[in-house]
């Protein structure tokens, strides 16, 4: 069936959408499924998918342009990755790492110290996801420094387990109901170049990025916030559930001094950038950042569960039983990294920067068209578009960016928000210029279905 649907190249859909099987699947997902995972208005149960085709239970196919939130890099099912898990979970599936040892942990640590924006030598704790990759930073960062408070930024999204949401502050959603924050974690607005949160006074002549890196040192480190009680600044060098907003230059480069000067520690959180999302392998590559921990996951293994804290190998001298993970690092999750990263080295990263750019040469020609796109923005596949009302008037529109990704999903396109009014791109790194245009075609004609 996805060999004829494939023929077409383009979307097709059959049914109303969600179609009757659709349906049923929900209704059970309702009355038995935690009801607080976040799902947008549209609602696609998927059956199964090849490349950047997902094919739903009523035999509808769409155009992927999410990769299930910016996670199968190398597109759905790759053959290569399939036929690493299959050989894999022949040979082991599990052996807890935290016990015993095999192979595959140092070989993906050796290989992840050769490409992290991290200085060399790194050591390399595995996870099973985002947020626990980052809690493994957190306390890392508390253990070496003996420090435990923390700098974050408003619209980021680092997880939601106690620790990592004392930094999240995407959406009230993710904090309402649960008191006050674990960590001591104070936040400084994010320097959004496109909305600049910061006074003319701040910024001097250096833009919002001089705001923020004001905002540190002039306030907080001479307010409520002593420098030399801070373990670690925490960024995300292009927020993503904030909307998809790449760090302005100057900015992180800024961070890095402050760091160095305070003896804090640099984390960068690359859970949505990294893994050849921005054109590069870390998004820290553009910014030629080096941070002192790094966190993973996502894009690493295809769609098995992995997340990755790499350190520099000086700060990670915690004693056994300090921190460690059952499952974390099972050996199939890594046969998939180790063959995700060879597909992005080999052709994946490339191909993200120079299809990315197709994209968002696309996206600009319909900024030019619609007047109701305020701001297209991002390196390589991970490009942010925001809604407003008029562009001289920025006025976020929310309204209208819920019904563009509603309109897309029903012509056959996955696409989903982040941010108060923007809708990210984020589709696998195999995407290509034909797959651009069919989905530019669907994207610019929900758009004008959505304006009212
Ligand atoms: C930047 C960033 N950090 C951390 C996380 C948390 O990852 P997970 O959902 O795997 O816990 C996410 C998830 O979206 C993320 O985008």
Redesign the pocket.
Same mark, same amino acid.
């Given at each position: 069936m996805m060999a004829t649907a494939f023929a077409l190249k383009k979307p097709q859909i059959k049914t109303e959408l969600p179609g009757p099987k659709a349906r049923s699947i929900i209704e059970a997902d309702s009355q038995f499924v935690n009801p607080a995972y976040p799902r947008p208005a549209f609602k696609l149960v998927a059956q199964r998918a090849a490349g950047v085709w997902v094919e739903d239970v009523d035999g509808n196919l769409f155009l992927d342009c999410n990769a299930g939130?910016?996670v199968c890099s190398t597109g759905h099912c790759h053959p290569e990755v399939v036929a690493a898990i299959q050989e894999q979970a022949a040979q082991l599936i599990h052996m807890c790492g935290t016990d015993f040892y095999y192979r595959q942990m140092p070989e993906l640590a050796e290989k992840l110290d050769e490409i992290v924006p991290v200085a060399r030598p790194t050591k390399t704790h595995f996870a099973n996801? /985002?947020?626990?990759?980052?809690e493994t930073a957190l306390k890392l960062a508390m253990h070496a420094t003996g420090r435990e408070k923390f700098i974050a930024f408003f619209g980021?999204?680092? /997880?939601?387990?106690l620790g990592?949401l004392s930094l999240t502050s995407s959406k009230i959603a993710q904090r309402i109901g649960f008191k006050r924050q674990a960590l001591d974690v104070v936040h400084v607005p994010y320097p959004n170049d496109y909305r600049n949160p910061f006074s003319a006074e701040d910024c001097g002549d250096g833009g919002a990025a001089q705001g923020a890196l004001n905002w540190i040192e002039n306030r907080l480190f001479k307010t409520t916030t002593p420098a030399e009680e801070v373990a670690a600044i925490v960024i995300?060098p292009v927020q /993503?559930?904030g909307g998809y907003v790449p760090s302005p230059k100057g900015f992180l480069s800024g961070l890095r001094r402050i760091c160095d000067e305070h003896g804090i520690l640099l984390i960068v959180?690359?859970?949505?950038?990294g893994m050849g999302r921005t054109g590069k392998m870390f998004a820290s590559d553009h910014y030629d950042l080096k941070a002192d921990i790094v966190?993973i996951?996502?894009g690493i293994a295809s769609g098995l569960p992995l /997340?990755a804290c790499v350190s520099r190998a000086d700060l990670m001298d915690w004693k056994p039983g300090a921190h460690a993970s059952t499952f974390g690092g099972n050996p199939v999750a890594i046969a998939a990294a180790l063959k995700t990263i060879e597909l992005l080295e080999r052709e994946l990263v490339a191909n993200s920067a120079e299809v990315g750019a197709y994209l968002k040469s696309g996206l600009e020609k319909l900024k030019d068209k619609h007047n109701c796109i305020g701001d297209v923005r991002g390196p390589g596949l991970m490009l942010g578009v925001e809604f407003v009302t008029d562009r001289s008037s920025k006025q976020p529109d929310p309204e209208l960016r819920d019904r563009v990704e509603m309109a897309s999903f029903e012509r056959g396109l996955i696409l989903l928000g982040a941010g108060p009014n923007s809708i990210r791109w984020s589709p696998p790194l195999i995407l290509n210029r034909e797959n651009v245009d069919v989905a530019l075609e669907i994207f610019d004609d929900a758009i004008a279905a959505s304006i009212q």
């Open positions: 939130v910016a996801s /985002g947020t626990e990759a980052v980021s999204f680092h /997880g939601r387990t990592s995300e /993503g559930e959180d690359e859970v949505q950038s966190c996951a996502k /997340g």
